[in-house]
Nanobody, 125 residues
Framework: QVQLVESGGGLVQTGGSLRLSCALSGRSFSTYTEGWFRQAPGKEREFVAAITQWGDGTIAYGDSVKGRFTISTDNAKNTVYLQMSGLKPEDTATYYC?????????????????WGQGTQVTVSS
């Protein structure tokens, strides 16, 4: 079975940076779309970023994180990264790595087939 394991969450001050990692196994990484989502208390799951590994790949970001977050992959390591900069208290959430079989970008969490356990990011004011 496909497994995704996030790491790198923690506590950071406003304006700080953090890099999340997602290690994938049990799949062919290059044929999947990878995404990051987040969910804060009392809020619905929110799209953060996604990347495809088809040709040169394409990338999309949620409006709330555009310009501050960067998604990338290391195919040799089967790892997806989310580099977060300029963090704000409103970025506080549980962050989830996700993957789907179809190599098309999607902002809909329901279109993703596999999910990690989540990693907590807390930004203090």
């Amino acid at each position: 079975q496909v497994q995704l394991v996030e790491s790198g969450g923690g506590l950071v001050q406003t304006g700080g940076s953090l890099r999340l990692s997602c290690a994938l196994s049990g799949r062919s990484f290059s044929t999947y779309t990878e995404g990051w989502f987040r969910q804060a208390p009392g809020k619905e799951r929110e799209f953060v970023a996604a990347i495809t590994q088809w040709g040169d790949g394409t990338i999309a970001y949620g409006d709330s994180v555009k310009g501050r977050f960067t998604i990338s992959t290391d195919n040799a390591k089967n790892t997806v990264y989310l580099q977060m900069s300029g963090l704000k208290p409103e970025d506080t959430a549980t962050y989830y790595c996700a993957a789907k079989v179809t190599p098309y970008l999607s902002r809909n969490p329901r279109s993703y087939d596999y999910w990690g356990q989540g990693t907590q990011v807390t930004v203090s004011s």
